[in-house]
């Protein structure tokens, strides 16, 4: 396989694969326990899942370790899995996939308030991220997909903690943002200018965002990245916003509606697109066909 | 400045250490504890849950206000206690089982506390028995949930049931919020309220409590 980001600036735009959840709850796994526990319990579970979003083209697949650091676990008691939980996801996902595509090992926020604001030592949270990095990377990740945070010092900390372990893992760095009548801004208040400059400045390779909206305020998203500087950028979009039916979130953005849009994000220059929350194999697949097709336009 | 203007400001910059000297100061000056908490702290923290809503300040700038809202309620409790004004009422809250997304609640929480109510906060991942068990035990008047995921809102509908069942529903009054509770399943499960946002949930407390 050539390197990630060789393709990268060689000009090529990759497809992520789509939402990891929403999968796992379609599959019968239960909300309200640990969504890493069943990468002990049921690893076939997360093959099948890359399997459907590599058929449906995707060049990167993420792992199910996104709230698999120490800190978050031991929200359920579960921190003396960490090293097992993290290693069976990367592994599930090569199973699948040899070397025919990425396995980017993802990492969340910790789900603490670091200092001065909450009560969580940076330190703390930093030795448990490369904790995580260690076991992600040994595992044999291709790259470290950092996503959903909302603290932009606490995103450095995983980035620098990814750094520690390997200096040349390529690394993707995402925040969730909020639409709001200022602009935009995570619930921490970082603006997306803020983000871009210290993302770089930590060492990602990858910057942008993903999850909490759809692809039209996820397009504007990706042209103000861009207006900050020519880094490598990836959006992974929800599927909309969801709307509950009969008590079951939907979310309302088809494969078809989502691919067209995601086409402006080509024009802006978006390297890698991917999904998040709510989107299926079906929209990986749309994206694939338009990115593809693109490529003869 | 008014020492209640100065308490005001620095509560609004989150610098504690100011507030619980000011408020120290209010009450060797004589100030009323009544007047410092209406006009100091709650003043305050209307302004910054204001500037909340606005966008205009964030869940940082929030958090420290409510760390100054808190040293100075310190100094302020004991002498509230015995002059025994009563607090505008008790709201038990908490995430509803299986969920463990606190940030919407601890909003909740702090909005709460900075418009004087006693809030008693049961944290993540609680379990229907537990909110009406300590809403008895407390003689609490109001509920709290919160839900971030769709799949844990259901347990919300356990408690509004339960309190039923007791023959309790109407006096202890339930308000749920969080990002996927619409105000057509709070009256779809049978609760008395639902808060949109943390300053929206302070207000429909305060109208739920004034019809008891």
Known sequence: MKPLLERIRMGETLVADGAMGTMLFAKGVESGQCPELVNLNSPQLLEEIAGLYFDAGADILETNTFGASPLKLAQYGLEDKMAEMNRAAVRAARNVVGERAYVAACCGPSGRILKPYGDCDPEEVYDGFVKQMICLIEAGADCICVETMIDLAEEVLAVKAARSVSPTIPVTATMTFDATPRGFFTVMGVTIERAAAGLREAGADVIGSNCGNGIEDMIEIARQFRRCGDMPLIIQSNAGLPELKDGHPVYGETPEFMAEKAHELLDIGVSIIGGCCGTTPEHTRAIRQMVDSSIYE | ?212
């Open chain 2, 1 to 212: 400045m008014s020492i209640l203007t100065e308490i005001v400001e620095n509560l609004i910059v989150g610098d504690d250490e100011k507030v619980s000297a000011l408020t120290q100061k209010a009450i060797d000056d004589g100030v009323l504890p009544k007047q410092i908490l209406d006009d100091g702290l709650i003043a305050g923290m209307n302004t910054i849950g204001q500037q909340f809503k606005n966008h205009e300040i964030f869940l940082p700038d929030v958090l420290m206000a409510a760390r100054a809202m808190y040293a100075g309620m310190d100094k302020l409790r004991p002498l509230l206690l015995k002059e025994g004004i009563p607090s505008p009422g008790k709201v038990v809250l908490g995430t509803v089982r299986g969920d463990l997304h606190d940030i919407g609640k601890n909003l909740v929480g702090i909005m709460l506390k900075g418009a004087g109510f006693e809030v008693i906060d049961l944290g993540n991942d609680v379990s229907p028995e537990k909110f009406i068990q300590t809403a008895r035990e407390h003689d609490a008047a109001v509920i709290g949930m919160s839900a971030l995921l769709t799949t844990t809102m259901s347990a919300m509908k356990e408690v509004t049931y339960q309190l039923k069942e007791e023959g309790l529903a109407g006096r202890i009054k339930v308000i749920v919020g969080g990002a996927p509770v619409s105000a057509e399943f709070a009256v779809e499960i049978g609760a008395d309220a639902h808060g949109y946002d943390a300053a929206n949930a302070v207000e429909r407390v305060k109208s739920l409590i004034s019809e008891n």
